[in-house]
């Protein structure tokens, strides 16, 4: 099978810390490595998003699955919550609610400026491509 990706990528803004921050968590979800995060910016970034406008690729997250498939904003909701350990229910309601997911995505990226200074600047400071250090004490 010739697939785009070997596991779904999100794709985020490297320059906005609520972004990093948001995928940090992700992937912190992400206990089986389902997915991987790499910014727009990156050179692999802009390989990945070639079919969408250079425009609009800042304007919101993206999502490659391993098909090749590409979803944007809203839309790329439901692909992320598939890969997570017990979020099906979730990618169901929000693949069937995709006006309500696309509006709740574009309020939080409307106002991730104000929500990462809720998350503060350790927070935001997080870099999701950078490898997970185990919990002290674990092997």
């Known amino acids: 099978m010739n ?11 490297e320059d906005c810390g609520f972004c990093r ?3 940090d968590r992700v992937l912190h979800w992400d206990r089986h490595g389902r997915i991987r ?3 727009i910016q990156s050179e692999e970034g802009q390989r990945l998003l070639a079919a969408v ?3 609009a690729r800042l304007r919101s997250m993206h999502v490659v699955e391993s098909t090749g498939a590409v979803s944007s904003a809203g839309a790329a909701v439901p692909p992320v919550l598939r890969g997570l350990p017990f979020a099906a229910p979730l990618a169901w309601v929000a693949e069937r609610a995709p ?7 574009r309020l939080a990226a409307d106002h991730r400026a104000w929500l990462g200074s809720i998350v503060g600047t350790a927070g935001c400071a997080v870099d999701p491509q950078q490898p ?5 004490g674990s092997s």
């Open 53 to 55: 406008p250079t425009e």
């Open 132 to 136: 997970r250090r185990s919990p002290a």
């Open 99 to 105: 006006g309500v997911t696309d509006r709740l995505y």
């Open 37 to 39: 995060a790499t910014s």
């Open 21 to 23: 921050w948001s995928v």
């Open 3 to 13: 697939r785009a990706v070997e596991r779904t990528v999100v794709l985020y803004d």
